[in-house]
């Protein structure tokens, strides 16, 4: 099993209500799982969001807190309900009503990594799915939510930016002739999960970065974005996914000659939101 359930790494001194966090970058993958898969060492990180914890690495020295997921994705996913159970996967689990991401085997405990590469040749009982979610899912989500419940206490509102990374083919269907390709994807739930003032301000940040960043598509927040988000009382939640070719090799699962260039003005952007967490007029959304 994985050592911890999350990492937290705290600033020197909390002085901004931002929070970066960062779910799928876990790359601890135990023996005992990897002699089950029917994946080989490198295919089954595939779907983990390699190197975005470092690539935010700078968030506690602009005085906010980053919290890092310790188990990999494919282990169990952070960014899911923990009622989103797989019957295709797991034993003695009742078919739910149609779930896109539960039909697609990406599950609270996935049955695919990317690409629809089944993990298992066969099920897992639910007594060790549930021991996952006791022993992962549940103590990264109190982490998270005591982060949250600080940063209101202690300045009226929070601002969670959810850490991803994307494929570089995920904006193929979306990318249009003349147009810089995006390279960031802001979900906020079209609005539900932070206000658009919160929004526009980060977008500006990556923009006066250099990045050409679209909202909403293809991703538009999952379930972090949709539990936390609460823009009527000041909680936002941003998702962030980065396009991979950015600042890695897909194949390899290596840092590119770009990773260093890109961790600096991602630095950059980390210090914009950090300052939007300590200022005073971040406007309420309406009812």
């Not at 901004?16 to 993958?29: C, K, L, Q, V, W």
């Not at 899912?137 to 969670?160: C, K, V």
Request: proline content about 7%; some cysteine.
């Amino acid at each position: 099993m994985p050592k911890v359930a999350y990492h937290l790494i705290h600033p020197h001194k909390r002085t901004t209500s931002a929070i970066f966090a960062s779910p799928h970058s876990g790359r601890e993958y135990p023996w005992t799982f990897l002699r089950r898969t029917v994946l080989d060492e490198h295919s089954i990180r595939s779907s983990e969001d390699a190197f975005v914890d470092k690539l935010f690495a700078s968030a506690p020295k602009h005085g906010a807190p980053l919290l890092l997921a310790g188990a990999p994705r494919a282990f169990v996913d952070m960014n899911r309900s923990a009622e989103e159970l797989d019957p295709a996967l797991i034993e003695n689990v009742r078919a739910p009503a149609h779930n896109p991401r539960i039909a697609s085997g990406l599950g609270v405990v996935p049955r695919v990594v990317a690409g629809g590469r089944a993990i298992y040749s066969g099920k897992i009982s639910r007594d060790e799915a549930q021991r996952r979610i006791e022993t992962y899912w549940r103590p990264y989500h109190g982490a998270l939510r005591r982060l949250l419940d600080e940063s209101l206490a202690m300045y009226g509102e929070a601002i969670l930016i959810d850490c991803h990374s994307m494929p570089h083919e995920a904006m193929d269907g979306i990318t249009r002739a003349g147009v810089p390709r995006p390279e960031v994807v802001l979900g906020d739930r079209f609005g539900a999960s932070a206000s658009a003032e919160v929004v526009d301000r980060i977008e500006a940040a990556f923009a006066s970065a250099g990045l050409n960043v679209v909202r909403n598509a293809p991703f538009a927040g999952a379930f972090t974005t949709q539990h936390y988000g609460r823009p009527t009382r000041r909680q936002h939640v941003v998702q962030i996914e980065i396009d991979r070719a950015l600042y890695m090799n897909e194949q390899m699962i290596r840092p590119n000659g770009n990773f260093t260039e890109l961790q600096r003005i991602l630095a950059q952007v980390v210090a914009e939101v950090a300052d939007l967490g300590r200022a005073k007029d971040v406007p309420l959304a309406a009812e």
